[in-house]
């Protein structure tokens, strides 16, 4: 067991869902956390539809009581046009009735993850950017800031698509699909049709999404294949009074050669992207935080080995990351669109 002191037992490094889950999750089991957030209140993402299983996890992580806090908008399904025509898809049920779907502010939803970080104890740096590593023979044992270093047992990078850490270490993330950029923005107004719920319509150049996230705000999202996006808002939408600019954000699909080693772990986006079409981003993002947070506190406590869990964590998030490829490089077959390159398939066999 690792007996140096240190700042920290666990330094994360971004705030976003994967971030604060990861937080929470280690600080549950008594381990000692900061995160480092550089950009507070800063959530505006393509796609902000949370799948319903999500629930179950926010409850894990003691927010079932307080997510009707930040929830724009349910629905128990989405309308989907998706190369023929327009059909509506319900999430499913069981006993209890049927399973509905939500729509949240990022910005809320982001800030209520953060606050029940430091309900559990995480001690949360805001503007606070990490700006290299601290190494020695046993691997990564912190990170350096403007402020000052802070040393640590493990360092998690829950900086997205930025990759932080990944790119210090060098470690590849191989691309698995052609470049994929969503332009994506907000609307004010009323639209009723968006109000019941979501709409999807995809074709071969490419698909376009639309939900209310709050009353009276709406969020829409664009993507070309085969060219730049230029963005394309929804007709429905177009007669809204816009809301901030139109923004763009990668979601090509990347998977890290390694989503773990000694003393670091990649979470949500960091380890693995998929676009937004893959319906449930934030739902992967919490889990990836709450699964590297069950395996950090393991190998932390003496129960297993680092390397074991670190090579076990990797394992998890590569297969996920393959089924889920291969499930939506499925759904864009059925509209003309062949996104996965050949490395895609043969995947499963590297990681089983």
Request: hydrophobic share 45%.
């Amino acid at each position: 067991m690792d007996r140096r002191q240190v700042d920290a037992d666990i330094v994360v490094v971004g705030g976003g869902p994967a971030g604060c889950a990861a937080a929470i999750a280690c600080a549950a089991r008594g381990l000692r956390v900061i995160l480092c957030e550089r950009e507070p209140g800063q959530r505006d993402r393509p796609g902000e539809t949370l799948h319903p299983g999500i629930e179950p996890l926010l409850a894990q992580l003691g927010l079932a009581e307080r997510l009707k806090d930040v929830v724009g908008a349910r629905h128990n399904g989405i309308w989907i046009e998706w190369g023929g025509p327009r059909r509506f898809e319900a999430f499913g049920g069981d006993e209890s009735g049927p399973w509905y779907g939500l729509q949240v502010w990022r910005a809320d939803f982001d800030a209520l993850l953060l606050d029940r970080a430091r309900e559990v104890g995480v001690v949360v740096y805001g503007n606070c950017a990490a700006t290299g590593i601290l190494k020695d023979d046993r691997g990564v044992v912190g990170i350096t800031t403007a402020a000052g270093p802070i040393s640590s047992r493990i360092v998690i990078d829950a900086t997205g698509p930025t990759r932080w850490l990944g790119r210090v270490l060098e470690i590849a993330a191989a691309v698995r699909s052609p470049q994929l950029i969503a332009r994506y923005g907000y609307r004010e107004g009323s639209c009723p049709a968006r109000d019941a719920a979501p709409l999807l319509v995809g074709n071969a150049s490419g698909w376009t999404w639309s939900a209310r996230v709050r009353p009276n705000t709406y969020q829409w999202t664009s993507i070309r294949f085969g060219e730049r996006a230029i963005g394309e808002v929804p007709d429905e939408l177009r007669g809204l009074a816009p809301l901030g600019p139109e923004r763009g954000a990668d979601v090509t699909w990347r998977l890290a050669e390694r989503a773990a080693g000694a003393g670091w772990f990649l979470v949500g986006d960091a380890a693995a992207t998929l676009d937004p079409t893959s319906s449930h981003g934030v739902l992967k993002a919490l889990l990836s935080g709450m699964t590297a947070g069950h395996l950090i506190a393991a190998s932390l406590s003496g129960k297993a080995p680092a390397s074991e869990t670190a090579s076990a964590y990797h394992q998890w998030v590569a297969a996920m990351f393959v089924k889920d490829a291969e499930r939506l490089s499925e759904f864009y077959r059925q509209i003309g669109a062949d996104l996965a390159l050949p490395a895609i398939e043969n995947r499963r066999d590297r990681v089983s």
